[in-house]
């Protein structure tokens, strides 16, 4: 079974708009974390934005924001305001288990590509 | 600036080569990891160490060695074995939670 399922290959959304990507996982641990990650044309990596299994609120970061709904086991990531630089791949990841001690692998979705469009 | 630096950023193979990807940090990271990326695909886990002088394989280890003799460095051996080595290699380390670093990446092409 996935790991980290995101249904979306792709979206597209207008210039100022906000935008859900969705992801989706799979795990037993009780505890984990959940990341969201930007990958433009240039392919590097950029972190996003970080939520803990435990973390009690959504987190947020500037215009970022990951919608934790734990019982259902998504972590969707909002992006407002969308600007054209927003344009490029998204990936939803995890780390399962524990941070400390441990190997602390991610494992990634697929990814969704996001189109901003004037 | 601490970071991660991979070399070379574009490496061509000749089918039956063995070639090695470099990747250097100076974070003072314990953790390191090797992805493979395919076009359209997510990150997949080749080979993880977590000090050094010890790593282990991930999900997709065939064809592929690494060493950590170094904790600055976690160089990537592509070999012959590997059938379809053409794809998009990330290094990344990790110092905390949520920590992790990643490299630019070197594209690999088999001509």
């Known amino acids: 079974a996935q790991k980290i399922t995101q249904t979306q290959p792709g979206m597209f959304v207008q210039e100022k708009e906000a935008v859900t990507l969705d992801c989706t996982y799979d795990t037993s641990d009780q505890s984990y974390g959940l990341f969201w990650y930007k990958q433009p044309s240039s392919g590097e990596m950029i972190f996003l934005i970080y939520?803990?299994?435990?973390?009690?609120q959504n987190a947020t970061e500037g215009r970022y924001s990951l919608n934790f709904q734990k019982a259902r086991k998504s972590a969707n990531l909002v992006i407002s305001a969308s600007q054209l630089g927003d344009s490029a791949m998204y990936f939803c990841?995890?780390?399962?288990?524990?941070?400390?001690?441990?190997?602390?692998?991610?494992?990634f979705g697929t990814g969704t590509r996001l189109q901003v469009t004037l | 600036d601490g970071g991660i630096t991979q070399s070379p950023k574009y490496l061509f193979r000749k089918e039956g080569q063995n070639v090695t990807l470099s990747c250097e940090q100076n974070l003072n990271h314990d953790a390191m990891y090797w992805y493979r990326q395919d076009p359209g695909q997510g990150l997949r886990l080749i080979y993880y160490s977590q000090i050094v002088n010890d790593f282990q394989k991930g999900d997709i280890a065939e064809g592929y060695s690494v060493s950590r003799e170094k904790k600055e460095s976690f160089p990537l051996t592509v070999t012959s074995a590997q059938k379809n080595p053409t794809a998009f290699y990330l290094c990344a380390s990790r110092d905390s939670e949520y920590g992790y670093t990643f490299g630019s990446g070197t594209r690999l092409t088999v001509v």
């Open positions: 939520q803990g299994s435990y973390d009690e």
């Open positions: 990841a995890m780390r399962e288990g524990r941070w400390a001690g441990t190997a602390s692998k991610l494992t």
